[in-house]
């Protein structure tokens, strides 16, 4: 990987999450040209005039499977055209670069057919042409000679992918997929790229499927990229991040180990080996895990607000404190983070500390009721600005009214304002929701009474 582990961390914010690691290639910049829409009506009625007997992707992987069947080598390419607009002046009218796709995809139908190849659309601007015995090279070399065929203007270009038949144990059919695969790889490198199917194509299929929460579908996607290159890290750590959402630890501690064994350089996962044992309630064994993480690279949120909240766990407070801080410098939009922190300090005796964590919990998310809460409390445990506190408390009790705990604090501000009737509304309110306010009933009852025989 070229990507530094602090350059992906520091894109993320979740706490209860594994870290997944994703391909190195980054996606190309705008070059200041824009592209137009993918299709539209008179596109596809130009190449309905012009290709009638079009094959569609089925249509080819049929084709390709049967027709040539027994036939080896295969290569498919996979091209986007993808067509520019050319930025003029206000006062002049957009120039269209062609006068249709079909005039445009002409050409290339041609080389096609020159190389004893057949074709299909297989989506908006998406084509794929697959040649019998020709091998990847020659696949390059087509795609290169469909460049030069395109306008001079440079108006209109292709980004290719190539796959080729054998590869691994796929079909012939997959192949066709394969070359699509190899297209979405070769958009991460920009227009004009041509990139041939590999483990990291399979790596970006499955990081999407991933993210599409398709989580078998990009364990198959992983699988496949390890069987062309077993020794992939990248693809070790995604498989063994699957397996972990789908709780199936053993399996994924055996992808993060095996990965670990080849680049014990990686923190990725380090860190998520510690995250399966710590699923699995297996702290001291996370903890050693995380430490390892921290001292590879320090200062990665992930890894210190684990080992602060595990500290905190167990009963370890000023342990925590330091690695609980170095988080919130980390990501200081965790919200997280500052209020496991302003837990911490609080337990340590800081008030005024915990109160600025708190704080900062509520800029970065006003509506959480745990902090507003807290905060009430903390500014009636100073024994200043009660009605700050009551307000905080109030906020709380809004946004989460079946809290027992939380009216209970409120139920504490009102009785040190002297608003008996209703400290006790509330604290009644706290026992009915479960929480044992039984002491706090019968003190601001007996207030109560006190007060009536003065």
Request: proline share 4%.
């Amino acid at each position: 990987m070229t990507r530094t582990p602090s350059d992906l961390f520091k894109k993320r914010s979740a706490t209860n999450e594994f870290l997944v690691s994703s391909s190195d290639e980054s996606a190309a910049k705008d070059d200041g040209v824009s592209a137009r829409p993918d299709t539209g009506p008179d596109e596809d009625t130009d190449l309905a005039a012009g290709f009638p007997s079009t094959l569609d992707r089925q249509g080819l992987r049929q084709a390709v499977e049967t027709d040539y069947g027994a036939v080896v080598p295969i290569c498919v390419l996979a091209v986007r055209l993808t067509f520019q607009n050319r930025r003029l002046d206000a006062s002049k009218k957009e120039s269209r670069p062609s006068e249709n796709l079909a005039a445009v995809l002409g050409p290339l139908v041609d080389i096609c057919r020159d190389c004893g190849g057949i074709w299909a659309r297989i989506g908006n601007r998406r084509f794929a042409f697959a040649f019998p015995r020709a091998d990847a090279k020659t696949g390059r070399e087509i795609a290169k000679r469909m460049q030069t065929a395109l306008p001079s203007d440079n108006s209109v270009g292709i980004t290719a992918g190539v796959a080729l038949y054998p590869t691994a144990n796929e079909t012939r059919a997959q192949t066709v997929d394969n070359a699509e695969k190899a297209l979405e790889h070769a958009g991460f490198f920009g227009p004009g790229s041509i990139t041939e199917f590999d483990a990291v194509s399979l790596n970006i299929s499955g990081d999407r499927l991933y993210q599409a929460g398709d989580i078998r579908g990009a364990i198959g996607e992983f699988e496949k990229g390890l069987r062309l290159d077993p020794c992939d890290t990248n693809l070790l750590n995604s498989l063994g991040v699957c397996h972990g959402v789908l709780e199936e630890y053993a399996q994924a501690l055996t992808a993060f180990e095996t990965a670990i064994w080849l680049a014990p350089e990686e923190i990725m996962p380090v860190y998520n080996r510690g995250f399966i044992f710590l699923r699995q309630g297996q702290t001291r064994q996370a903890l050693d895990a995380f430490l390892a993480a921290n001292a590879m690279e320090s200062g990665v949120f992930e890894v210190v607000f684990h080992i602060g909240q595990i500290h905190m766990d167990s009963g370890r407070p000023e342990q925590a404190r330091p690695y609980l801080e170095a988080a919130v410098r980390a990501n200081n939009r965790s919200a997280a983070a500052y209020r496991q922190l302003g837990a911490c300090l609080d337990r340590l005796g800081l008030t005024k500390e915990a109160v600025q964590a708190y704080k900062a919990v509520v800029k970065i998310n006003p509506e959480d009721a745990a902090s507003l809460s807290m905060l009430g409390r903390l500014y009636a445990k100073r024994g200043e600005s009660l009605d700050v506190a009551a307000v905080l408390c109030e906020q709380s009790v809004r946004i989460a009214p079946d809290n027992g705990l939380f009216r209970h604090r409120l139920g504490r501000v009102y009785l040190e304002l002297g608003r008996l009737d209703v400290a006790l509304a509330e604290f009644e309110l706290a026992a009915a929701q479960g929480y044992d306010s039984r002491v706090m009933i019968e003190e601001t009852q007996d207030r109560m009474m006190a007060s009536k025989a003065s």
